[in-house]
């Protein structure tokens, strides 16, 4: 397998930033749909007590899809995180490399991205991994 070189990680940089934002924005639609305390429609935030349940599932709470979404909104902002550290931290990239990777993955819990995020933050996760320092050679 070949590995990436130059001065600083750009690919690894640029794909795992545009990722992160995908996953953050999708996750953030995902939240805004389910929100907490669901204050839309026609009884807003009456509707867990006009059912006479309190619970996650009954309105009022957001539900696990709520939970889903943010741990989406989490990993995008750990992918954007770790975007930032590889091209700025070079000395690390292979442990960025590894957060961003391990993120990207978890992001699938909310939208990852519309799927596209987690590929992109996946491949830029590699090429971090895979990025050398340019040695010169005499």
């Not at 993120?103 to 519309?114: D, K, M």
């Amino acid at each position: 397998m070949a590995t990436q070189t130059g001065e600083r990680p750009t690919a690894s940089f640029v794909l795992s930033l545009i990722g992160g934002l995908l996953i953050l924005g999708g996750s953030g639609i995902m939240f805004g749909f389910s929100g907490p305390g669901n204050y839309g429609g026609m009884m807003g935030g009456y509707y867990g007590f006009m059912n006479r349940y309190y619970g996650m599932m009954g309105g009022y709470g957001g539900g696990w899809f709520s939970g889903l979404a943010a741990v989406g909104i989490v990993s995008g902002i750990m992918v954007i995180l770790g975007a930032i550290m590889v091209y700025n931290e070079t000395g690390s990239t292979s442990t960025w490399g590894t957060l961003i990777l391990v993120f990207s993955i978890a992001g699938l819990l909310g939208t990852g991205g519309f799927f596209i995020g987690a590929i992109l933050s996946v491949v830029g996760g590699i090429l971090a991994l895979t990025w050398r320092r340019e040695t010169a050679r005499p």
